[in-house]
């Protein structure tokens, strides 16, 4: 079992930079791959970003190719997701994502756990 907290979200303006963190319970977290997922208001869940096991693999959504980096500090058990450039169509609650049995997560499907998430608000 992982439980996953998100924490940073905020309201910032566009242009902006926040980072969101996400720590994880227990003694497993090197054996996941992780991710961040986001969904606004009237859509469905998609993907920003990935980080495989040991943190030298990822992959970006086009919206976040740029902008946004993932890392990953497994003696902190702590997944982080630094957005700079934001922009009034980031806005959205951030989910982090845990997957075992996947090298990276690129769908809903290949999760194990998720966190509640952390609403992030980009004003124009």
């Known amino acids: 079992q992982v439980q996953l907290e998100e924490s940073g979200g905020g309201l910032v303006q566009a242009g902006g930079s926040l980072r969101l963190s996400c720590a994880a319970s227990?003694?497993?977290?090197?054996?996941?791959?992780m991710a961040w997922f986001r969904q606004a208001p009237g859509k469905e869940r998609e993907l920003v970003a990935t980080?495989?096991?040991?943190?030298?693999?990822?992959y970006y959504a086009n919206s976040a190719k740029g902008r946004f980096t993932i890392s990953r500090d497994n003696a902190k058990n702590t997944v982080y997701l630094q957005m700079n450039s934001l922009k009034p169509e980031d806005t959205a609650i951030y989910f982090c994502a845990a997957g075992r049995s996947t090298i990276l997560v690129h769908t809903s499907t290949q999760v194990d756990y998720w966190g509640l998430g952390t609403q992030v608000t980009v004003s124009s």
């Open positions: 980080i495989n096991r040991i943190g030298g693999n990822t």
């Open positions: 227990g003694r497993t977290f090197s054996s996941y791959a």
